[in-house]
């Protein structure tokens, strides 16, 4: 057993396991029998070469942050929450009325108020599942799966027959009002001209990654943080200590609950403009590969959930200009997730020798140390 | 009593060593060890005991050197080798099924065929064979996690006789038992040893080597420094050895000032989730500058009466602290409350209770008292001032390595005990409960542990001590006081008491010597 | 060039998406010309894909889908030399003069397969089987139900949706179960409005000996003799007339009725064994009648209710 | 409801209830052993496509004595075995998350299967619908009422069923006439039952998803039995696969198992990883669902309860039962750690 630096840990086994899903995944697009070369220099041109491009992975990376920081929170707690998805529709809901209900007078105001009420709806929605395992210990991976098809039902029943204007054909709300609209990052920072035309980024990218520096605060700077991953490491310890199990459980979900909530802010409010049915399109799912590749750290979260807002923008542009059906984006992150997040000791055993035998050729006899003395 | 001279070693290991990572757990070890004797190997915490053991059971792959058994060179690459070739071994920790019965857990991985029935039948008739033969009677149909310890282990052994081991290897198999037990276990070996089998037992416990060893090695940081006859050392020769200065063996101690009572319980009353009572009415004091130490045979109460007077089982009845009497249900009674209230515990069990494991040193000498003003500002906690906390307090506890960035896993049993000691002591609490303080702790470190729990009832604290050794007992109490089936049997001075009577008080016999001096401690 | 953009379902849906795909393909055929076409994923695609089909010069831009009309009233400003065609959403023509907006009444072609769902029922029993419940689908169940109390008033028409994910699109066997529920409460023709749960449906229908009607495009083959039908929705036509227009494609609006044979029902070798002369004599006076107004069928989405059918 | 009615109600349970329950009893092996399994999924989506494309190549490309149904089969099980492995790959032998292996697995079906379809078929990730030959056949049981008795009687099999008596209903309707993996399904239970209590390889089994430590030292591979585990894991899903794409429906569709790998796993923790409450919970599950499906609009006179509130309906009575009635679920305890021994 060798050990390495641990910046080679944190760079070259990710970097490997990337090369390695990414060979892959040649090999399956040339098994469709399309050239991987054009694809990759497609995905990569109409994901990180154009200004709009960005505006599109990062719109994603938004979505992505949201759950995926969501998720990771719930992990720290030892909880699997499997009902972003839910926690994120109904968060949209909240959204939703917020902006319709409520007449802002400008959007910042309106952002706040949309925060508090995406944040609280998502918490809710996570409440009952938390209480229910906290003081039931009915499994929260179980019940947040049933959130997640109650929430679908709740927002078609709320869709369809309460919100919808009207004669309109769209399950969906109207559009909220003008105020209430979200400068894009081409209000922002165009200044009139062409850059970030037309993409859907908006403020709310800062908003997550607040979001990234405030669950960052909360987990390695906080009481409760503190709290949290204790809970997580040690339910025993946590009674010994006289920290609350019920209270912990509950608020941990709460907050992850809300965290995905605040995923609506940048779909409902950012993007669409109003609330459509399946606006959260399976983001919550993806928030947990984000979290287990980002190793349940706001930093790994945030970089994990760049690159499949990379993945998704690559595809977009793939399926634009190619033949290629959609799904390989699907096969692409499945590799991704697979290499970078389970398959990572394959890269990490073989690099560990290498650095074992560099260490031993420099030092040839190991200095006999027990770390107790 | 020993074997010829002229007999081959039934286990001769040349040159084992093993590293992990940086570590070189084992350098270049050689022992022999003749058939039918029982050898001790002891050595401080971190010393490669186990590790050496766990190459010999196959569970670990040495770097280098050679196995002998019975004089033939042989491969031990798994533990199904090392069975093969006559080896079982009872971990430190135990290799347990917790919920399977008995029997189960005794043939797996030694059944015959492909069904169970035959395989249970016929491990139901040799283990009442067994039983019989070696004292070794367990109850083949009860679950593990049903077991106390001391059952739990003789199950290890059970598994180990039933694939016809002819060597034993037994690592710290007297750590989490009670003195009954102990012997109990030694009668055991002692009869295996007639029936020709030999045994390797690894100890802290310098009483247990003289005891019953036939010869004894010393290990230190990897090494294999001296392999000695039982009969032709000390104890202090040994303890010397082991930890490469003179170590105090005895508390060292002056005799107590007892104030007035700080810790006053009555009629404590405590039912647990499967609804049996558990402590039945319990009623005692513990005054300023005294320690009174618990004793009882595991299971009795004792590590509920902790877990109530720490705050997290609820009871009834009536507990002061100082002659403020203190919620035993709702709120204001978990242990942030009572650790507000100045009780401090150092709970039983340190890896599940007392540590987060993966947290830093310094994390968790903080754990508990981390909504410590000290340790906050506004909304964030102050890292900062918990790592100076923590490097200051591991410094003065001589924590080994002194780091507090190193998570707590990576700490050996004694130094972990230290973090935790350092934490509750140095709070400067008006009570503190201590549960097993040296449980698999090196007798250098015990020697440390136990000089301070002294030093804060000097300072006039009381202390409520709880320990299975009755040893530890009868050197730190000033008062002892004997559990036994959720109440307290009676009190005793160590002065005016000895192993046999507290033993029988354990065993709930109050007989003839009933209560010699209730309360006589106090003056 | 032309451009197509298929709404989220995908463009083999078996139905709506892959009508237009086929509309487009027989435009390429019969004309050589090249289009591009993709399928979106994700709802901030769908102004990404108008962007960028209009920022490459592509026109017209077609849409299949309600769910386009936002996201086009939302661009066609920035893009006044592309034209934009949203089948089955609607933009108002005023403000966005570079709009056509083509809309079906399917209700019209619900009624007259739902005419023939009566008279082909043995049990007086029809069924319904939507795939979610949107406006649009209860569009189809009404016209539906509606031609089926136009033939009996007293039949029973038994209405169900699939689900409320979107994996009640693609989700064949619950189709498969509620059309074996229909059955056994005595349905024998369903209608199955549902994607890809609609073959679920209509695998199961056949597999019962009972009749199942299609949509969108004509799904007879699927079961030779056991499809009393199906509901064409010719947007296939509407796809290819776009594409043919090119450049000079008129904006505005179009409604696409029985009378412009923008919808209807299909007969084919492969079901007309099971429409006979009076059957085949009655759908066609109704559908006269609604061209000329005799009979008004009520379209579900002008008042969000039903006369005929709760939901 | 009548019982008739009734008898529908439960014929559509047992239906509904037969993927879940093969998915349930290969989660059930998988997590028993210590590997944790949210790729139920996965696997059953891949063995649908392999089954249905294969079943269908061989009713084009017929292959003498062997019937186009059972190659489909066969290469279902062995898609869903590949997955399995490498599952095993990532969480046995390169020690890497469970869960993460198990999510990346699910994505993997979900595009592979589409894309390969559609690379062969160009049918839109769908294969072609599947002639008879290619898919399972409902099984008359001896005495059965069955479509041959309808044929005789010329009247509709639903009618004679309905004349017979109430045994005789049950047993026709209920007990036979399902296709033979709804049959292997049920047996399965006894089966696991019997292997994971009775045998030799069951007790292993049990005590590495328990105490892997222990076996390890008992000198037995802990590796060989979680891939063990594995590989029927793969087998059970691969039958639950073939059975949507085969037994249920003719052809594979895309994402056609709508999240049943999901509520397998749920009804494997509802079941406590216990054979017999696995069958139980999977049944509940089917007939929430049938009920479900079958009263859709409930007109309760002034209110008619909304199609989404049915819809809804079985899973917030799981949540309710779950909450009410089954309490705290203990799962194996070495469920998702990689044995590592050098610890
Ligand atoms: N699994 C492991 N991984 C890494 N290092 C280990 C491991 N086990 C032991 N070590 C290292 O090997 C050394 C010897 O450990 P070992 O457990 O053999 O000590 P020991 O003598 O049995 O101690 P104790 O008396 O506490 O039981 C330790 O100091 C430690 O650094
Ligand atoms: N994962 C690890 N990495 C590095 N060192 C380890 C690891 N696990 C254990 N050790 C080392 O192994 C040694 C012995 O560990 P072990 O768990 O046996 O504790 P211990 O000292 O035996 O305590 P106890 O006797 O109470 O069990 C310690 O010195 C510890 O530093
Ligand atoms: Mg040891
Ligand atoms: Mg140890």
């Excluded at chain 1, 054909?169 to 109207?174: G, K, L, V, Y």
């Excluded at chain 3, 023709?189 to 209509?202: C, D, E, Q, R, W």
Aim: with cysteine.
């Amino acid at each position: 057993m060798d050990r390495m630096p641990a910046w080679a840990d944190a760079v070259l086994v990710p970097l490997f396991s990337i090369v390695l899903a990414a060979i892959l995944s040649a090999l399956v697009i040339l098994a469709i029998g399309e050239n991987p070369v054009e694809a990759f220099s497609l995905m990569v041109d109409g994901a990180l070469m154009r200004s709009a491009g960005w505006g599109y992975t990062l719109y994603y990376t938004t979505n992505f942050i949201f759950t995926g920081l969501a998720v990771a929170v719930a992990f720290h707690a030892k909880m699997f929450n499997i009902g972003g998805e839910g926690q994120a529709a109904i968060g949209g809901l909240g959204v939703a009325l917020i902006c319709l209900f409520i007449p802002w007078p400008h959007w910042s105001l309106a952002l706040i108020g949309a925060t508090l009420g995406a944040a609280a709806f998502g918490a809710a929605w996570a409440f009952i599942p938390a209480y229910l395992q906290a003081k039931r210990g009915s499994h929260i991976v179980i019940t947040t799966i049933m959130f997640n098809f109650i929430a679908a039902a709740v927002l078609n029943y709320v869709l369809v027959n309460l919100l919808r204007p009207a004669g309109a054909m769209d399950p969906a709300t109207e559009i909220f009002p003008q105020a209430t609209h979200l400068p894009s990052f081409q209000d922002m920072f165009a200044g009139g001209g062409s850059l970030f035309r037309g993409a859907p980024a908006n403020i709310t990218f800062f908003v997550a990654v607040l979001a990234c520096v405030a669950v960052w605060l909360l987990i390695w700077r906080t009481r409760l943080g503190y709290e949290i991953r204790a809970f997580g490491h040690s339910e025993t310890a946590t009674r010994y200590a006289g920290i609350s199990t019920v209270r912990i459980t509950v608020v941990a979900m709460l907050i992850s609950g809300g965290l995905a909530g605040l995923m609506a802010i940048n779909t409902t409010m950012g993007e669409a403009e109003r609330l459509v049915m399946n606006a959260t399109e399976g983001a919550g799912f993806i928030g947990i590969a984000v979290a287990l590749m980002g190793r349940s750290h706001p930093f790994g979260v945030f970089l994990a959930a760049l690159l499949f807002g990379f993945l998704y923008q690559g595809g977009a542009e793939l399926a634009l200009w190619t033949d290629i059906p959609r799904e390989l984006i699907t096969v692409i992150q499945a590799l991704v997730i697979l290499f970078t997040g389970a398959l990572d000791n394959m890269v990490r055993m073989p690099l560990e020798s290498v650095f074992g035998t560099l260490r031993r050729r420099r030092s040839p006899k190991p200095a006999p140390t027990t770390p107790s003395e | 009593m020993a074997a010829p001279e002229q007999t081959r070693p039934a286990i001769e290991l040349k040159g084992i060593s093993k590293a992990f990572g940086p570590v070189q757990a084992n350098k270049d070890i050689s022992i022999r060890v003749m058939p039918g004797t029982i050898h001790g190997i002891i050595g401080e915490n971190g010393a490669g005991k186990s590790t050496l053991m766990s190459i010999l059971y196959g569970f670990y792959k040495a770097d280098a050197g050679e196995i002998f058994i019975n004089g033939t060179h042989t491969e031990i690459p798994d533990s199904q080798a090392a069975i093969k070739a006559g080896i079982g071994m009872v971990f430190q920790h135990f290799k347990l099924v917790q919920n399977f019965t008995v029997l189960e857990n005794v043939i797996l991985g030694a059944e015959d065929g492909g069904l169970l029935k035959p395989s249970l039948a016929k491990a139901r008739g040799v283990l009442k064979h067994l039983a019989e033969e070696y004292e070794l009677s367990v109850d083949p149909d009860a679950k593990i996690e049903d077991l106390s310890v001391g059952h739990q282990q003789r199950v290890e052994i059970l598994k180990a006789l039933y694939r016809e081991a002819d060597i034993l290897i037994l690592d710290e198999p007297t750590g989490v038992l009670t003195p009954a037990e102990a012997d109990h276990l030694f009668r055991i070996l002692e009869g295996l040893k007639r029936e020709g089998k030999t045994i390797i037992l690894i100890t802290h416990k310098l009483r247990e080597i003289m005891e019953i060893t036939d010869t004894v090695s010393v290990m230190r940081r990897g090494e294999m420094t001296a392999t000695v006859k039982t009969a032709e050392t000390t104890p202090e020769q040994l303890a010397e050895l082991m930890v490469g200065r003179k170590v105090l063996l005895r508390v060292d101690k002056v005799p107590a000032q007892p104030g007035r009572p700080v810790l006053e319980v009555e009629n404590l009353r405590h039912v647990d989730e499967s609804g049996v009572e558990r402590l039945k009415g319990v009623s005692l004091d513990v005054r300023a500058g005294e320690i009174l130490g618990i004793a009882g045979v595991s299971g009795n109460g004792q590590s509920e009466l902790l877990e109530v007077l720490g705050g997290y089982a609820d009871a009834t009845g009536t507990v002061r602290v100082n002659g403020q009497e203190i919620p035993l249900s709702g709120p204001g009674s978990d242990g942030r409350a009572r650790r507000h209230g100045g009780i401090a515990h150092v709970p039983e069990d340190r890896q599940h209770e007392g540590l987060i494991m993966p947290f830093y040193a310094w994390e968790n000498v903080g754990f508990g008292y981390h909504d410590d003003p000290r340790f906050n500002r506004g909304l964030l906690m102050d890292n900062a001032a918990l790592q100076a906390d923590a490097t200051d307090k591991m410094k003065r506890y001589d924590v080994r390595p002194p780091n507090p960035w190193l998570p707590a896993s990576s700490f050996s049993g004694g130094n972990q005990q230290k973090i935790v000691l350092a934490r509750e002591i140095e709070r400067d609490p008006e009570v503190l409960l201590v549960g097993q303080p040296t449980r698999g702790v090196d007798i250098g470190a015990i020697e440390f542990i136990h000089q301070e729990i002294v030093r804060l009832r000097d300072s006039g604290k009381a202390i409520l001590l709880v320990s299975v050794e009755l040893d530890e007992i009868l050197s730190l109490s000033d008062r002892i006081a004997v559990m036994f089936d959720g109440t307290i049997m009676g009190e005793r001075l160590p002065d005016e008491t000895d192993q046999t009577e507290l033993g029988m008080l354990m065993a709930g016999m109050t007989g003839a010597t009933q209560s010699r001096s209730q309360g006589a401690g106090h003056a | 060039d032309p451009a197509l953009i298929y709404d989220l379902g995908g463009k083999f849906d078996k139905s709506f998406n892959e009508a237009a795909f086929n509309g487009a393909e027989r435009w390429s055929e019969e004309t050589g010309g090249s289009y591009r076409d993709i399928e979106l994923q994700s709802e901030a695609q769908r102004e990404q894909a108008l962007r960028r089909f209009a920022e490459r010069g592509f026109n017209p831009i077609i849409t299949t889908g309600f769910s386009m009309s936002t996201p086009i009233a939302n661009i066609a400003a920035d893009y006044p030399d592309t034209k934009f065609v949203t089948i089955d959403g609607f933009v108002d023509p005023e403000e966005h003069p570079n709009v056509l907006s083509i809309l079906f009444s399917e209700h019209q072609g619900s009624f007259l397969v739902g005419m023939l769902a009566a008279m082909a029922s043995e049990s007086d029993t029809v069924g319904f089987v939507g795939g979610m419940d949107i406006p649009l689908i209860r569009k189809f169940a009404c016209g539906y139900a509606q031609g089926v109390k136009a033939v009996n008033e007293d039949a029973t028409v038994i209405s169900n949706m699939t689900g409320t994910t979107p994996a009640a699109w693609n989700d064949p066997v619950k189709g498969s179960e509620l059309a074996q529920a229909q059955i056994s409460q005595g349905a024998d023709v369903i209608f199955a409005a549902a994607g890809g749960t609609g073959l679920g449906v209509l695998q199961t229908v056949a597999d019962e000996g009972a009749h199942g009607i299609g949509v969108d495009s004509n799904q007879n083959y699927l079961h030779p003799d056991q499809m009393l039908t199906s509901m064409l929705k010719r947007v296939d036509v509407a796809v290819a007339d776009a594409m043919e227009a090119g450049a000079d494609l008129e904006t505005g609006v179009q409604v696409l009725g029985l009378a412009e044979d923008g919808v209807g029902y299909a007969v084919d070798e492969y079901n007309e064994s099971l429409i006979t002369e009076e059957m085949a004599a009655a759908v066609e006076e109704a559908k006269a009648q609604i061209i000329s107004g005799e009979i008004e069928v009520h379209d579900y989405t002008s008042d969000d209710s039903c006369p005929v059918l709760d939901f | 409801m009548d019982f008739a009615t009734i008898l529908q109600v439960l014929d559509s349970t047992v239906r509904l209830a037969t993927p879940l329950l093969l998915a349930c009893l290969a989660g059930l092996f998988s997590e028993r052993s210590g590997v944790i399994d949210i790729g139920l999924e996965g696997k059953m989506l891949i063995a649908a496509f392999a089954s249905a494309a294969f079943a269908y190549y061989f009713s084009q490309n017929p292959v003498a004595g062997i019937g186009p149904i059972w190659m489909g089969l066969l290469m279902g099980v062995l898609a869903s075995l590949a997955f399995s492995g490498l599952h095993g790959l990532a969480s046995i032998t390169f020690r890497g998350n469970q869960l993460i292996s198990g999510v990346a697995l699910n994505f993997l079906a979900s595009g592979l299967s589409v894309l390969v379809a559609q690379s062969w078929f160009h049918e839109g990730g769908r294969t072609p619908s599947l002639p008879d030959e290619g898919r399972f056949d409902g099984i008359v049981l001896p005495g059965a009422l069955g479509p041959a008795d309808a044929e005789a009687a010329g009247r509709p099999l639903s009618e004679l069923i309905a004349q017979a008596n109430p045994i005789q209903q049950i047993y026709s309707e209920l007990i036979s006439g399902h296709s033979i993996l709804v049959y292997v399904a049920f047996l399965m239970v006894p089966a696991t039952w019997w292997v994971l209590f009775r045998t030799r390889f069951g007790l292993r089994l049990r005590a590495v998803g328990e105490a892997p430590e222990a076996v390890d030292t008992a000198g037995v591979s802990v590796t060989a039995l979680r891939y063990g585990a594995l590989v029927i894991a793969g087998v059970l899903c691969g039958l639950a696969g073939a059975y949507l794409a085969t037994g249920l429906q003719a052809g594979f569709v895309r994402e056609m198992t709508a999240g049943r790998g999901y509520i397998a796993l749920a009804a494997l923790i509802f079941a406590k990883w216990r054979p017999w409450y696995a069958l139980m919970a999977c049944l509940l599950f089917g007939f929430l669902q049938a009920i479900a499906l079958r009263y859709q609009n409930i007109d309760l006179g002034a209110f008619t309860v909304p199609v989404q509130f049915m819809d809804a309906l079985p899973y917030i009575l799981t949540v309710v039962i779950l909450a009410g009635f089954v309490g705290k679920a203990i799962p194996p305890r070495a469920g998702g750690d990689p044995y590592v021994k050098e610890r």
